[in-house]
């Protein structure tokens, strides 16, 4: 049987640096307990693995006194300013794994508001990444995510506005919300933040999807990218298997096929991609 792994399966740079990150504090803090803001990220597996090694989520603001003696780690998704300025001030030492390219969103916000222009973010605005973003984008921001907010969205006459978005946000969605903007304001500038990671990696998947008999795709089943994954999975090979572990593979599924594509979300942890694949390719 022929097996093509997908190169984008798994994690992205900047999951796979903050989930590096806690392990390597692990490591090297053994006499200090180790505390994550929120979920690293959304895969029980590497959860419970860093359970067992000792770290412990906060789950939120309140809970960070509870940290004092220890060291936080910022998730890949960022925080909004006030929690690291609540962490200096209960004198709590914390490393920040915000992905660069989030990172560069802060930058930008802090400076936007600093010139008095208003900053509008596209994107979803529960999301801890939004809510992070618009926690450095100073007092008066805006998210927006559909058409009809961006026809109503008010700005005062006297202010420039900056357009951002949220790095995993749809590019074409994007672009139909910057023109209504701009249809209705000239005073505009817009910075595309969407990170290329998700688009590479969805183009690939369906890619491969197209030219194999089955496909495996892996991630938890929470995971909004792997299930979006299995979506264009599905739309391009009706042999579409969505597994969390090798442990729900169905064997059967695959007795009769000749070629396997194998991708996965940004979530999923590199030794359950490599366990199965190295089972696919000795057992068929
Ligand atoms: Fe960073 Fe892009 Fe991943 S913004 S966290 S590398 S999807």
Same mark, same amino acid.
């Given at each position: 049987m022929k097996v093509l792994l997908a190169?984008?399966? $798994?994690?992205c740079f900047g999951v796979k640096r903050a989930v590096d990150t806690v392990y390597q504090q692990v490591e090297e803090n053994k006499d200090c307990k180790i505390y994550t803001f $929120?979920?690293?990220?959304?895969n029980d597996e590497v959860i419970k693995d860093m359970q067992a090694k000792g770290v412990t989520v906060l *789950? $939120? *603001? *309140?809970? /960070?006194?509870?940290?004092k003696n220890g060291i936080v780690i910022i998730r890949s998704h960022g925080v909004p300013k006030r929690i690291c300025d609540r962490m200096d001030e209960l004198g709590i030492q914390y490393v920040d794994a915000t992905c660069p390219f989030v990172k560069k969103i802060h930058k930008i916000a802090m400076e936007k508001a600093e010139e008095g222009a208003f900053l509008v973010v596209i994107g979803n605005p529960v999301h801890p990444e939004v809510e992070g973003i618009m926690g450095w984008a100073g007092e008066d921001a805006a998210v927006i995510s559909t058409a009809e907010e961006a026809e109503h969205l008010t700005v005062p006459e006297d202010r420039k506005i900056c357009v951002v978005a949220?790095?995993?946000?749809?590019y074409n969605k994007f672009k139909e919300l910057v023109e209504i903007i701009s249809k209705r304001r000239y005073d505009i500038s817009v910075l595309n933040?969407?990170?290329?990671a998700t688009k590479e990696r969805q183009t690939e998947t369906a890619r491969i999807a197209d030219r194999v008999d089955a496909m495996i795709v892996i991630g938890d089943k929470r995971s909004s990218n792997t299930q979006k994954l299995f979506e264009i999975c599905k739309n391009a090979c009706n042999n579409t298997y969505y597994i969390?572990? /090798?442990?729900? /593979?169905?064997v059967n599924q695959l007795r009769s096929v000749e070629t396997v594509g194998i991708t996965a979300g940004a979530s999923t942890p590199n030794n359950i991609i490599e366990e199965v694949q190295n089972y696919v390719r000795i057992n068929f």
């Amino acid at each position: 049987m022929k097996v093509l792994l997908a190169k984008t399966a $798994g994690f992205c740079f900047g999951v796979k640096r903050a989930v590096d990150t806690v392990y390597q504090q692990v490591e090297e803090n053994k006499d200090c307990k180790i505390y994550t803001f $929120g979920p690293i990220i959304h895969n029980d597996e590497v959860i419970k693995d860093m359970q067992a090694k000792g770290v412990t989520v906060l *789950e $939120g *603001e *309140e809970d /960070l006194p509870k940290a004092k003696n220890g060291i936080v780690i910022i998730r890949s998704h960022g925080v909004p300013k006030r929690i690291c300025d609540r962490m200096d001030e209960l004198g709590i030492q914390y490393v920040d794994a915000t992905c660069p390219f989030v990172k560069k969103i802060h930058k930008i916000a802090m400076e936007k508001a600093e010139e008095g222009a208003f900053l509008v973010v596209i994107g979803n605005p529960v999301h801890p990444e939004v809510e992070g973003i618009m926690g450095w984008a100073g007092e008066d921001a805006a998210v927006i995510s559909t058409a009809e907010e961006a026809e109503h969205l008010t700005v005062p006459e006297d202010r420039k506005i900056c357009v951002v978005a949220q790095t995993t946000f749809n590019y074409n969605k994007f672009k139909e919300l910057v023109e209504i903007i701009s249809k209705r304001r000239y005073d505009i500038s817009v910075l595309n933040t969407i990170c290329s990671a998700t688009k590479e990696r969805q183009t690939e998947t369906a890619r491969i999807a197209d030219r194999v008999d089955a496909m495996i795709v892996i991630g938890d089943k929470r995971s909004s990218n792997t299930q979006k994954l299995f979506e264009i999975c599905k739309n391009a090979c009706n042999n579409t298997y969505y597994i969390q572990t /090798l442990d729900d /593979l169905n064997v059967n599924q695959l007795r009769s096929v000749e070629t396997v594509g194998i991708t996965a979300g940004a979530s999923t942890p590199n030794n359950i991609i490599e366990e199965v694949q190295n089972y696919v390719r000795i057992n068929f």
